[in-house]
């Protein structure tokens, strides 16, 4: 089987095994998600039959249905994009609360992981390529920032630039004075302003595991017969560093993406919760506050899809950067 | 002792390695000895660490005694006074809550809750990821295939939103709870790692000595390779602490921790609560994450030189000059060789 259809089958089954523990954590572990719903729902408002039927097939089904035939059922549920209702948002569907969460998430941990893996990217490489010089010497210190809580890293920043010298924002995704959310220059410039502290958290704690990861890489590479031989062309160094060890190191950086995403993801869910950002993260604490289930399992099932999508864009890409990958098949 | 055994077994290893596969590097090992910096003393004596294993080790050492022996020394963490949010002092050291408690007390109760819920996760993590990175390569076949997909399917499965979800189903959660919700989250990256270096040693020829000689399985598996992957285990193990002790502050802070469990993340919740940030009490929140991040540091220094026990070529140390001019002289001269 060649690379490409090996992953995608993987990711398949990655998806499937994702909806299958949404669909039984509720149903396994104890209480009665069901009630607690349904009383809290019941005192928003009228329960139609159809609103009870979608909570259960998310959370565990009151009638006597078997397993198999709830599993289906939720399925198909999920598959028409049926979440159920929020109760901290009633009647909103929970649908609509994770479409109008999740952009704030995506792009904000999207630039925060990128500029965290080129700048430690970079660096790893120069650390490698200069084994011994100064810099080389930072890459323990660097990496202590990963040992930082994410959410402490985010509570230290905050205090200092935003308590202390009031130059960013306490909280929130955007100005409220300004108008809401829309695709003009006042609401971009407004929301890259209170998003850069978030962002920033992302970028320290995260970059020094890619740091040290090429570094290491580089170091390795280094030692293989075809550098030496680039050496003995007589090369230029830069030539050298970048397209025959750079080149080579990244592949197990881009190869490991899917764990340190995970990562950053976990991070970040904190990290909004400090800002009261808007994203999916503090969405979910509200959530799991209010007891509002379908929206927790919804956001649960939205995020891992999201990660489990990044990851096969990387994937995607690997076979790019990497042509033994495609030889194979 | 084990360990020294054995890593100095596979450092030795990666040297014959290197001697065989590339001359350069080879003979500069073979010259390093004339160029090693005579260390003092007291660091020859204390197993001949490398200064990391040795910084590392003394502040996880310090840490530790903290909190066992803190709790003993200082009073109630929980008695309230009537002097809310009052600064560091010679009384207090660390300053008091809004609620007139003393931090330092709390502190060191916290330090003892962290490490435990860390300690007890690594163990489990450790089992549980011997079980499927070690058993399955091990044994092969569809057992390996499956273990192996499985620890894949769990390492793309975000940790934290599942620890928040089924950490919201089980109210009341004891700490014991709390880290085993946090194992069976976090063992999956370092069941990966470990299928790799097994995979190796499976085929290495002593194995294979054992296997013709008859050995049963679990004893291979027990007496040749799991004493080869300590050094593995170990790196791993640390990794696991770390993860386990950021996992179990980032979920107290959020409010889904222990119940009545005192540990760095619930004295975060309590700040962030007391509006610590807003009111600019930094002497509340900022001593539990400069513990994490201390202890943590301490641990990836740690986790550091095991890695360079594995594979020395990651070492740092910073060349000095006459090696430098030996290692361009001795490449001069190998160069002039190949030429002729």
């Known amino acids: 089987m060649n690379y490409l259809a090996r992953k995608i089958s993987f990711y398949v089954v990655a998806l499937w095994a994702a909806l299958t523990l949404n669909f039984l954590i509720p149903r396994l572990l104890p209480g009665n998600p069901v009630e607690i719903l349904i009383q809290k729902l019941a005192a928003r408002g009228p329960i139609t039959p159809e609103l009870r039927n979608s909570v259960e097939l998310l959370l565990g089904d009151t009638s ?156 390795s590479t280094l030692s293989e017969d075809y550098i030496v031989t680039a050496e003995a062309k007589g090369l230029r160094p830069t030539r050298i560093m970048m397209a025959y060890a750079a080149r080579n190191a990244i592949l197990p950086s881009v190869a490991g993406f899917a764990i340190s995403l995970g990562f950053v993801v976990s991070g970040s869910i904190v990290t909004e919760q400090v800002f009261s950002y808007p994203g999916v993260g503090s969405t979910l604490l509200q959530a799991v506050n209010n007891n509002d289930y379908s929206l927790m399992q919804g956001l649960f099932l939205v995020i891992t899809l999201t990660v489990l999508g990044a990851n096969l864009i990387v994937d995607l890409l690997y076979t790019v950067i990497d042509p033994r990958t495609r030889a194979r098949s | 002792m084990e360990v020294n055994e054995n890593t100095m077994n596979s450092s030795a290893d990666s040297v014959a390695q290197r001697e065989t596969g590339r001359p350069l590097t080879g003979t500069l090992a073979v010259i390093r000895p004339r160029f090693e910096r005579r260390r003092p003393r007291w660091q020859r004596i204390v197993f001949g660490l490398s200064p990391k294993l040795a910084i590392g080790l003394g502040i996880i050492i310090a840490i530790t005694l903290f909190g066992l022996l803190g709790p003993m020394l200082l009073g109630n963490p929980l008695s309230i006074r009537d002097i809310g949010r009052t600064p560091p002092s010679g009384e207090f050291w660390l300053g008091t809550t809004q609620t007139g408690q003393d931090i330092f007390a709390q502190l060191a109760h916290a330090t003892r809750g962290s490490l435990f819920i860390g300690v007890v996760v690594g163990v489990l993590a450790m089992l549980l990821s011997v079980i499927f990175g070690v058993i399955g390569s091990y044994v092969g076949g569809w057992l390996d295939e499956s273990f192996s997909l499985f620890t894949n399917v769990m390492l793309v499965i975000p940790a934290l939103p599942l620890i928040i979800v089924i950490s919201s189903y089980v109210a009341d959660k004891s700490i014991l709870m709390l880290a085993v919700i946090l194992a069976i989250t976090s063992w999956a990256a370092s069941a990966r790692v470990l299928r790799s270096v097994t995979l190796s040693l499976r085929s290495r020829d002593y194995v294979a000595a054992a296997r013709v000689t008859g050995e049963r399985q679990w004893r291979i598996i027990g007496v040749e390779i799991l004493p080869n992957l300590v050094p593995v285990l170990a790196s791993q193990f640390v990794l696991a602490v770390i993860f386990a002790i950021l996992g179990e502050a980032g979920l107290s802070y959020l409010g889904l921790g222990a119940s009545g469990a005192l540990t760095w993340g619930t004295m975060l919740f309590q700040a962030q609560n007391g ?56 490449r001069a001269s190998i160069k002039a060789g190949a030429t002729t």
């Not at chain 1, 990217?121 to 660097?142: E, F, Y």
């Not at chain 1, 809401?180 to 410039?189: E, K, L, Y």
């Open chain 1, 64 to 219: 006597n249905d078997p397993i198999f035939v709830q599993y289906v059922n939720y399925l198909k549920g999920i598959f028409a994009g049926d979440f159920g209702v929020s109760i901290t948002y009633y009647p909103q569907p929970v649908v609509e609360i994770i479409a109008q969460a999740l952009p704030w998430t995506i792009v904000m941990i999207g630039i925060g992981t990128i500029i965290a893996f080129v700048v430690g990217i970079t660096l790893g490489m120069l650390a490698g390529w200069k084994r011994g010089s100064w810099l080389d010497n930072l890459v323990p210190v660097t990496t202590m920032f990963q040992a930082v809580p994410y959410f402490w890293l985010a509570l230290i920043l905050l205090y200092v630039s935003a308590v202390q010298f009031k130059i960013f924002p306490v909280s929130g995704g955007y100005s409220y004075t300004g108008a809401g959310p829309s695709w003009d220059w006042d609401f971009i410039s407004s929301a890259i302003y209170y998003g850069t502290l978030p962002a920033l958290t992302i970028v320290i704690s995260s970059f020094g595991g890619w740091l040290l990861g090429m570094r290491n890489m580089m170091v």
């Open chain 2, 275 to 330: 509006f610590a940030l807003t009111l600019g009490s930094w002497w509340w929140f900022v001593p539990p994450g400069l513990m994490i991040a201390v202890l943590g540091g301490a641990l990836s220094l740690v986790n550091f030189a095991i890695d360079e026990i594995i594979d020395p070529r990651l070492r740092t140390a910073s060349l000095d000059k006459n090696k430098k001019r030996a290692a361009r002289r001795l």
